[in-house]
């Protein structure tokens, strides 16, 4: 399985690619930053970031997409630069029909880290560790987007299932009517 | 002059086209609203009012898109879904090289019925006298919308003007230092 992770903001739109499986050795495909100087509109910056996702997404072919979950308690002053960012990765994914997951930064922390409340420094260390790299992937950004990645490959198979669960009770609760 | 006005939201997206220019008589081309179910995910939402504003786009050519302007301060329950309508919006505006215009709602208030404060109810109103129509367009979004173009074109001789001097400012400072 193939996993194009994005940390999804206005000014660095951090992007990750992972290759593996449960109880597989992950492996580094891809890491990368999409920078748009603030000079630029938001438009314009939109467009860009829209162009790096699309032309990761061409050359790296994933089977799914796992983005940040925003959400609106975060600081107001690049909430919602970062929404409309994470809304163009979700087009660029759903355009093509991939499967699109949102995982919270303390989800991510908790599955690269075992820690929900880790900071930057220690998600760093894990990302570099679980993809056996010789030094933590710069910036920040880089390394939230392959821990992104990571946390979807790993969580994949127990969301499934869950969500097939809850698919069927619902179809359950359907027919029970 | 023919303008683009989209009042973005997630579950109702409100868009007017309205030809017409400073000094003369303006004209309802078209009226709208683009409807996603909330039972969609939200990546499937953006791309279908994607599709939207692509249609109108290439079925009326407007000259320029105006596009409500989103503060973070707004409903925060509703305010990341409208962010990133508005920032689909601006992205098929600008993939096209339209060019974008964001007015807060109280500009639009303020334009076209003199009173930045006016209630939905009024603005209505407005637009139906200034675009002569038999009754006010529904829903509200709709009415907000064209509410929008009408603005643009009103504010957009004085606009373009300030927009100028402050482009012949910045150079002038620029070859100053």
Redesign the interface.
């Known amino acids: 399985m193939r996993v194009l992770g994005i940390d999804p903001g206005l000014t660095r739109c951090g992007t990750g690619v992972v290759d593996g499986g449960l109880g597989r050795p992950l492996r580094l495909v891809d890491v990368g930053v999409i920078r748009t100087p603030s000079e630029w509109?938001?438009?314009?910056r939109?467009?860009f970031i829209?162009k790096g996702i699309e032309a990761r997404l061409d050359e790296h072919r994933p089977d799914a997409v796992a983005i940040e979950r925003?959400f609106?308690?975060s600081d107001?002053?690049t909430?919602?630069g970062t929404?409309?960012?994470?809304?163009?990765a979700?087009?660029c994914?759903?355009?093509r029909g991939l499967p699109?997951a949102l995982h919270t930064p303390s989800e991510v922390k908790a599955a690269v880290s075992g820690n929900g409340r880790a900071d930057k420094a220690q998600v760093g260390a894990m990302v570099t560790r679980i993809l056996r790299l010789d030094q933590a992937p710069k910036p920040a950004d880089a390394a939230d987007a392959l821990a992104l990645a990571i946390t979807h490959i790993w969580r994949g198979g127990a969301q499934a299932r869950i969500d097939a669960a809850l698919a069927a009770a619902g179809t359950a609760r359907k027919a029970a009517r």
Chains 1, 2 share one sequence.
């Open positions: 509109s938001v438009a314009e939109l467009v829209e925003i609106a308690r107001v002053s909430i919602m929404a409309q960012a994470a809304g163009i979700m087009v994914a759903a355009r699109i």
